[in-house]
């Protein structure tokens, strides 16, 4: 298939593609897609969103025989390159099988200020230190359900922008008003209080209030921390917030 956006992939080495190279080393793409500003959209169902969100192409990449299906997409961006290539060749490029189709790499969006992105927020949910980009995409879809007015990343917390936190969100990470705090607990915690937040503690720990028995009403702005996986909030941050909550599971459960 021709098409003048159409650029076909013989030379690896070619530096046009280097924004495509070693895309299953989590700790080099992590570092790497925040430098050159960049993130990676995955599937016609994500970069579709990507899009719709404003986000803007740099390129796209995929193997030729979803040249057809992706086209409503990148005909939207007659200037931005499309990358294609036999299957084994971009498998070769990426490090793994392309098999949702193609890669779109987008510019990296610039965050809002914390303080602009709380004062039309009510429901805030604060992701504490998550290291599994894929914890932090299914935070992002549950919010997104939830209704959540917005989502703040501490300084440690895994990428919302990372290809793997994209996908489990479904794209939602783009409709969830999002930012990063410059610290934690101490300053963000200070801008929640001064922004007029309760800030609650999801943690299981002694005189915990279950949810259920919180008060929720709309008048009441409230932050929920959610903390890192295996050993959970911070001990500062516990003696920062202003309850501790617990979710009542079914079955038996414990604290």
Known sequence: MEHPQLRKV???ADPALDDYLRMTDVRLRSRVEVERGLFMAESYEVISRAIEAGMAPRS????ERWLAKFAPLYEQFPEVPVFAGEESLVEQLTGYNLHRGALAAMQRPELPAAADLLREART??????????????AMFRSAA???VDAVL????CADPLYRRSIRVSMGT?????WTKLEAWPGAGMD???????DVLALALTEGAVELDAVDLSPERKVAFVLGAEGHGLKPATLQAVDEHVVIPMAGEWTR
Do not use: I, K, R
Request: charge should be negative.
């Open 153 to 156: 990343v501490t300084p440690q």
């Open 173 to 177: 990470v783009f409709q969830v008003p």
């Open 145 to 147: 359900a939830l209704g």
């Open 124 to 137: 805030v949910a604060v992701l504490e230190d998550l290291v599994d980009h894929m914890n932090v995409g």
């Open 191 to 197: 801008l929640l209080h001064e922004a007029g937040f």
């Open 60 to 63: 796209f990449l995929m193997n």
């Open 10 to 12: 013989t030379d690896l």
